[in-house]
Every structure is written in C-alpha cells, then in structure tokens.
C-alpha cells in the first residue's frame, strides 16, 4: 500500500530532454541579435504566456516574432526550427513509468505549445502511453504556476492533494503545487528524481 496514489509530472526536462536555446542560437545567427537578446522576444510575456494558453494560434505567434526579429521566413521553415529542441531520452525513464504505473495513476501537467505539442505527442508516442491522461497549457487555457492548471488535473483526479505528487524542474511551479498541498519535488536530474522516488519507497 502506498500513501501517494498519483504522480503529476511536468514534460520538458523531466521526462523529455528539451534544449530550447538551439532555437535562440539559430535564429541569433540569421538576424545577427545576441542571443539572449533573441530569446527574450521569443519568451515576451505579453505573447509567449498567451500562446502556450492556447490565446493565439501558431501562425500569429510567428508573425509577431517574425516582425520583431525582422525575418522573413516560411511558416514550414519557422516550425521547424522551433521544433529543433527535442533529444533522445535518457533510457532510464521507460523502466521508470513502467513501473511506476502499476502502482499509481501517472499523468502529465505542461507548459507547452500548438507547435511543439504536434512534434512531441508523435516523436515520443511509445513512452507517453504510460500516462493516463495528458493536459497542455494550449488545450486547457492555463499554464503553471497558475493555479487554475493544477486544479483542472487535481479534479480529473478526484484525489485529495496530500496524495498527489507533482514533480517538475522549475522552482516557481512546484512551490504553487507545495501551496495547494500537493508533495512537490524539484526535479534536477534524472538521476535525483529517480533517488527522490526510491527514498519515497514508489520504486
């Protein structure tokens, strides 16, 4: 018997491997901006947020970050480099839902987009069929830390949040999750999730 009855898990750097300053490099090579400078208009709050809420669609997310970058590209071309961030995952994480499943209900929470949604669910198919259900910023209207992400997944559950673990690599969301009395984990590696895991006795 065990005392969680439910693992939420975050996507990016927790079960996939995401490098998204491959993006930020590339296009600081075509338009000759700095690279931080690149990425802080391709994360402007006043677009990015909206687009991984699903607020505006993929082709008006390239158009606004086309014209502040001054590029003129194609939308196949801009997807795709867009998309030019998902690696292998690390071989452990298979055996790890796996086993995890048997013994708990698992399912995703993640921040994500439209483009990159259409690129993931299909590259990495084989390993997300371990979750029971996954919920994406884009389709549900809402991104962590807001709590209105966490209480959609939390009421599909039906499952009291002290039973409930939630696991992701960004300090902001797990402290909203620890707040509405979930058992945040910091996610640092794979290697510390999976020792955070055993010293819960789930593996």
């Known amino acids: ?18 490098k998204m300053d491959k993006i930020f490099d590339y296009w600081a090579k075509e338009t000759g901006y700095n690279a931080n400078y690149v990425k802080q208009i391709f994360e402007s709050k006043d677009i990015f947020d909206r687009f991984e809420r699903g607020e505006i669609s993929p082709a008006n997310y390239k158009e606004s970050i086309s014209c502040k970058l001054g590029l003129e590209i194609s939308e196949d071309k801009f997807y795709n ?4 961030v998902f690696n292998d995952l690390d071989p452990r994480i298979a055996d790890l839902l796996y086993n995890l499943k048997s013994k708990l209900r698992l399912v995703v929470l993640t921040n994500t987009n439209e483009i990159h949604g259409n690129r993931w669910k299909n590259k990495y198919k084989y390993i997300l069929k371990n979750f029971e259900k996954i919920f994406c910023s884009y389709e549900i209207n809402a991104r962590k830390p807001e709590k209105k992400a966490y209480g959609i997944v ?34 640092k590696s794979t290697e510390q999730m999976i020792n955070s895991l055993n010293k819960l006795g789930l593996i």
Not at 1 to 18: C, E, H, P, S
Not at 176 to 187: C, N, Q
């Open 1 to 18: 018997m065990y005392t969680y009855k439910a693992i939420i898990f975050d996507l990016g750097g927790v079960v996939i491997n995401v």
């Open 154 to 187: 939390i009421n599909y559950l039906n499952i009291k949040p002290n039973f409930i673990l939630f696991l992701d690599d960004k300090v902001e969301n797990v402290k909203v999750a620890s707040s509405l009395g979930l058992k945040g984990i910091l996610v």
């Open 81 to 84: 480099v867009w998309n030019d």
